[in-house]
């Protein structure tokens, strides 16, 4: 399990793909939309997340291989045309990347760097065609999901992102 704060979604929204890549199960609750997006009257948040950015988490969704359950959760009857306006929205965007991930083609840029700690060979790729970015620890074929900022780190600097020193230590 992974918490994100709303601060650090809301000002890079890309950081939470990769948790939604590894989910079995998500649960959308359209009480994170802010007020001025989603007025209905159960919802009175002037904070939150837009329509699109939530839009966008749904998307990211669909990028998910494990997936089993997808839920949307509202406990409000009032205004339903605009509560199954932005499920609708959510659920084209969903299906829409679990159709452009079947037709990508498995182009992968890679690189591999020395993780000094425990002197292990990390390989970090990024699929062409999608963005779609995973890390591995040489000898291990379990893939970890990563974003395009780890991708850019490794090539730019030989550097690893925090989402991934955060895993290699946990996992040694």
């Given at each position: 399990?992974?918490?994100?704060?709303?601060?650090?979604?809301?000002?890079?929204?890309?950081?939470?793909?990769?948790?939604?890549?590894?989910?079995?199960?998500?649960?959308?609750?359209?009480?994170?939309?802010?007020?001025?997006?989603?007025?209905?009257?159960?919802?009175?948040?002037?904070?939150?997340?837009?329509?699109?950015?939530?839009?966008?988490?749904?998307?990211?969704?669909?990028?998910?291989?494990?997936?089993?359950?997808?839920?949307?959760?509202?406990?409000?009857?009032?205004?339903?045309?605009?509560?199954?306006?932005?499920?609708?929205?959510?659920?084209?965007?969903?299906?829409?990347?679990?159709?452009?991930?079947?037709?990508?083609?498995?182009?992968?840029?890679?690189?591999?760097?020395?993780?000094?700690?425990?002197?292990?060979?990390?390989?970090?790729?990024?699929?062409?065609?999608?963005?779609?970015?995973?890390?591995?620890?040489?000898?291990?074929?379990?893939?970890?999901?990563?974003?395009s900022e780890?991708?850019?780190?490794?090539?730019e600097r030989?550097?690893?992102?925090?989402?991934?020193?955060?895993?290699?230590?946990?996992?040694?």
């Amino acid at each position: 399990n992974e918490n994100m704060s709303l601060g650090l979604i809301s000002s890079n929204l890309g950081m939470a793909e990769p948790i939604f890549r590894k989910s079995d199960i998500i649960n959308f609750d359209l009480s994170v939309v802010k007020y001025g997006d989603l007025p209905i009257s159960e919802n009175n948040n002037i904070t939150g997340l837009t329509s699109e950015q939530f839009v966008q988490l749904a998307k990211y969704a669909g990028y998910s291989d494990r997936l089993k359950i997808l839920n949307f959760q509202f406990c409000n009857e009032d205004k339903p045309e605009l509560i199954a306006d932005l499920i609708a929205t959510s659920i084209w965007y969903f299906i829409e990347s679990i159709s452009s991930s079947l037709e990508d083609e498995e182009q992968l840029d890679t690189i591999v760097i020395n993780f000094e700690e425990t002197d292990d060979y990390i390989t970090i790729q990024q699929n062409v065609a999608n963005g779609k970015c995973y890390f591995s620890i040489e000898g291990d074929s379990t893939k970890f999901p990563c974003t395009s900022e780890d991708f850019r780190l490794a090539r730019e600097r030989g550097e690893f992102g925090p989402r991934i020193l955060k895993k290699l230590r946990k996992i040694s």
